[in-house]
């Protein structure tokens, strides 16, 4: 309850949830005797994949014996997700201490929630000088409390695509617009460009930093990855080839997260054997990100059926959703849940051939779309229902031996169902 309290303190000291800038973080940390001078990054920027391509470099630096200090969002069930130092995640306690002690330093003036976190990272990240800080961007990033590193080790740029178009003026709702946003001021180090949706997107991104003085790798130019047989797979930079065992995650799109992480890791150059690669990428933890669920509350509704949980909340997650969904030949009953901003009917436009749809409500987000409108928004889908709750929506589908359920639309919509499971 004490860490629940100075969280909703810091959640009034500034009128807006998002206000774009980097003053207020600037100035706090320079209070906090800038920590983020500090210490040694890989910034995490793009629009998804962020959470695997560091779950993957996580694993990976902690099978070298490496320690590594995490910083994530949004969190998907508590708050301490967000922080992790030398390996292990902050407890109730120490996190409840570190809030309170940077609230009083910044004593009381404005500045975002989003920003007296990160300036929390920071001051307590300076703590281990000599542990590797996986840093994921929030909104965008040139103007995201993240981005006032002075120098990092590498920034890995991951699939960007269309999202959070709310933040950006109509005329400015493009493709261009959002790359330049996330990689116009990335730092003069190493710079690794993960696959993209589209050449037309890759290409964007050779322009925008086409002035940027670091080493850059692309995905299919300085390192790839092919699928192989019996349950391997092929990864291959300048270094060379690694035959790989697949990860313990689903879908496609995670090989292609896990090559990028690997090569970011042989570019840096620290000690990182091949064998610590592979254990690695076998003991990959993913919430919310096609994460199957084989226990729990609801998951005993459906009884011997697989059940699915992803966060996608975008057009491109879809697609990959989508893309592992066609791998399977079941039936396939899907359960969504959407925020207001996002472009619902393009995210459903890519579930193709599913039995049912039951769009349901995301209690206590006042910023969620309500099950009822967005069922009206696939009106012309068969087999659309809406149901107040998920337990409502589980139970109401006509479940057949071997079906598939999949949970998706938002990580909101994943943490109300990790708590109720």
């Not at 299919?220 to 047989?229: A, C, H, K, R, W």
């Not at 995670?254 to 054997?273: D, H, M, Y």
């Not at 084989?294 to 959703?321: M, Y």
Request: hydrophobic letters at 35%; one cysteine or more; charged letters at 25%.
């Amino acid at each position: 309850m004490k860490l629940q309290k100075i969280v909703n303190r810091l959640q009034k000291l500034h009128p807006k949830e998002i206000d774009l800038s980097l003053d207020r973080i600037k100035n706090l940390c320079k209070k906090l005797g800038n920590p983020q001078d500090k210490i040694k990054a890989i910034s995490v920027v793009g629009t998804n994949g962020k959470q695997s391509t560091i779950n993957a470099l996580f694993t990976i630096l902690k099978e070298s014996k490496i320690k590594c200090n995490v910083y994530t969002s949004p969190h998907i069930q508590k708050i301490n997700e967000r922080y992790i130092f030398d390996n292990e995640q902050l407890e109730d306690e120490k996190l409840a201490h570190l809030f309170e002690e940077v609230e009083k330093i910044n004593d009381n003036q404005q500045i975002t929630f989003f920003e007296i976190l990160t300036a929390c990272y920071f001051f307590e990240a300076a703590k281990y000088p000599d542990n590797i800080n996986l840093i994921e961007a929030g909104l965008f990033h040139r103007f995201d409390a993240t981005n006032i590193l002075k120098n990092n080790l590498a920034s890995i740029v991951c699939s960007i695509s269309k999202d959070h178009l709310d933040w950006l003026p109509k005329d400015q709702q493009t493709i261009e617009k959002i790359v330049f946003e996330k990689t116009s001021s990335l730092l003069n180090s190493n710079i690794i460009i993960s696959k993209q949706n589209s050449i037309d997107t890759t290409e964007c991104i050779k322009e925008t930093i086409s002035n940027n003085s670091s080493k850059k790798l692309y995905f299919n130019e300085d390192f790839t990855y092919s699928n192989g047989e019996n349950g391997f797979f092929y990864y291959e930079d300048k270094f060379g080839g690694l035959k790989l065992p697949l990860p313990n995650i689903l879908g496609e799109f995670q090989l292609e997260n896990i090559s990028t992480a690997i090569a970011a890791l042989r570019q840096i150059n620290i000690s990182i054997k091949d064998e610590d690669i592979k254990n690695g990428i076998v003991n990959i933890k993913s919430i919310a990100r096609l994460q199957e669920i084989k226990s729990g509350k609801l998951k005993n509704l459906i009884k011997n059926n697989r059940l699915l949980l992803d966060g996608s909340h975008n057009e491109d997650g879809s697609r990959v959703l989508n893309e592992y969904l066609q791998t399977l030949n079941c039936r396939k009953h899907v359960i969504l849940g959407m925020m207001r901003s996002k472009d619902h009917e393009k995210y459903i436009s890519y579930f193709k051939d599913i039995t049912s749809l039951t769009t349901i409500d995301i209690p206590n987000q006042p910023n969620a779309i309500s099950g009822e409108k967005l069922k009206e928004k696939f009106k012309n889908i068969p087999n659309v229902q809406y149901k107040k709750s998920i337990k409502e929506a589980i139970q109401s589908i006509s479940f057949e031996e071997d079906d598939l359920l999949i949970i998706t639309g938002s990580l909101y919509l994943s943490g109300e169902f990790l708590n109720l499971n």
